[in-house]
């Protein structure tokens, strides 16, 4: 598994759970150094989280719409990116300062780590991890997220909700479409990644990222989360 790895882009897509604390924040930027030497590149997109949600909410009541409040997360996403390239850089990485700004960038930053945030509104960083996915030819897009996988419904709210090991692409569609896409909405995947993961067929799963150590793990096959294939 590793020397078939070494040939392989993969894209991590950072919940924003795992930027709630420096301790979380350097242990995941750990996990990311130790991947990254089994791997020709790794694109580490991060999100928002309580950060961004926080904020959205508070420019939502000074009147701010959709657009705004996305632009407003955006930005969260990407203060997240530079605690983990701060992390990184202290770990002796080599990782751009700043995270890159489009797709366009990102795919000709010439480090082995490439660490981003948002890049436009309209859609959360789950899909910017799709779409960068399908752009790189990834092997593996793994969403480390604050459930342990794809249930068909939330089960933070419904203690009987059921958790699937395996689903198709479209399986996963039909699930998430019922999710209602805004700035500041929550969704283990959004709708958009879903058709993209849909469209391009990357083998993707979703893992509890609560322990960054499980994003390592299901990098080498080894995980409890939903697998999508």
């Known amino acids: 598994m590793r020397k078939l790895l070494r040939s392989h882009v993969i894209v991590l ?11 979380t924040v350097r242990n995941t930027a750990e996990v990311v150094r130790t991947a990254a030497e089994d791997t020709a590149k790794i694109y580490a997109v991060t999100g928002g989280g309580t950060l961004a949600r926080r904020f959205i909410e508070t420019v939502r009541k000074l009147g701010a719409d959709d657009a705004y409040c996305d632009l407003v997360g955006i930005a969260a ?25 489009d797709y366009e960038e990102a795919l000709a930053s010439p480090e082995r780590i490439v660490v981003l945030g948002g890049v436009s509104p309209g859609y959360t ?14 092997k593996l897009l793994l969403f480390a997220t604050s459930v342990d996988g794809v249930y068909d419904a939330d089960p933070k709210t419904q203690p009987t909700a059921k958790k699937f090991k395996s689903l198709t ?5 039909e699930i998430v479409m019922k999710t209602r896409l805004k700035a500041g909405s929550h969704s283990v995947i959004d709708p958009v990644a879903a058709k993209i993961i849909e469209r391009c067929r990357v083998k993707t799963i979703v893992i509890d990222g609560r322990r960054p150590e499980n994003i390592l793990n299901a990098i080498h096959g080894e995980h409890n989360g939903t697998e999508i294939a």
């Open 13 to 23: 897509s950072l919940g924003g759970v795992l930027f709630e604390d420096a301790v």
């Open 77 to 101: 996403t990407r203060l997240n990116a530079m605690l983990l390239i701060a992390a990184l850089r202290s770990l002796h990485v080599e990782v751009r300062q700043t995270p890159p700004r």
């Open 125 to 138: 960083t789950d899909a910017v991890a799709a779409i960068l996915a399908e752009l790189a030819g990834a």
């Open 169 to 173: 692409p479209e399986e996963l569609t």
